[in-house]
């Protein structure tokens, strides 16, 4: 049986290395046959890619994605400096 710490290194490099996710942020953490995704993301559609690549690499490990998704609003009044 690997590791979870080598476990955890391969799921953070397919993460990283994926070219649907390319995502660098993103706490793996392994306890038992779990595996946690930790972090945010600026969108939903990112963060089920990066809960797939996740899965692709340990699909051995139960996945309990709780990565925060972040919303990006348009920005408020200009500021003025007088």
Do not use: C, K, W
Not at 24 to 53: K, M, P, Y
Request: no cysteine; proline share 4%.
């Amino acid at each position: 049986m690997e590791a979870p710490q080598y476990v955890a290194a391969r799921v953070q490099q397919a993460l990283a290395e994926d070219g649907r996710t390319h995502e660098l942020g993103i706490r793996v953490d392994i306890r038992g046959d779990q595996l946690f995704l930790r972090g945010q993301v600026s969108g939903a559609g990112q963060r089920e890619r990066l809960a797939q690549v996740a899965h692709e690499a340990a699909p051995e490990l139960h996945l309990h994605n709780e990565i925060r998704v972040v919303e990006a609003s348009e920005p408020g009044e200009d500021e003025r400096l007088d």
